[in-house]
Nanobody, 117 residues
Framework: QVQLVESGGGLVQPGGSLRLSCAAS????????LGWYRQAPESGRELVAR???????TYADSVKGRFTMFRDNAKNTLYLQMDRLKPEDTAVYYC???????????WGQGTQVTVSS
């Protein structure tokens, strides 16, 4: 059973920064897709950033130039560095992965990010 555990959310003022972490229960190389989604109140879940094993990295237009996704393979951890945060970035952020062997989709429990003065 794959587990993805997010951490690092919280309350931050506009213009501030946060770093989210997603610790996976198995090697990151077990996944062919890794990424972050978010869901604001009364909105659907939307893609924030995503890696694929094909070498593609995708960012939502709304976060390009402000958010950076990276990983530590040795720690089986995915990160999302969020800079110049805006109130509209307020949402629950979810880690997402798809396993290579059976293409099963896995989600973390989510971590709340609130951008407010």
């Amino acid at each position: 059973q794959v587990q993805l555990v997010e951490s690092g959310g919280g309350l931050v003022q506009p213009g501030g920064s946060l770093r989210l972490s997603c610790a996976a229960s198995r090697s990151i190389f077990s996944f062919n897709v890794l990424g972050w989604y978010r869901q604001a109140p009364e909105s659907g879940r939307e893609l924030v950033a995503r890696f694929t094993t094909a070498g593609t990295t995708t960012y939502a237009d709304s976060v390009k130039g402000r958010f950076t996704m990276f990983r530590d393979n040795a720690k089986n951890t995915l990160y999302l560095q969020m800079d110049r945060l805006k109130p509209e970035d307020t949402a629950v952020y979810y880690c997402h992965a798809i396993t290579i062997t059976d293409f099963t989709s896995h989600w973390g429990q989510g971590t709340q990010v609130t951008v407010s003065s």
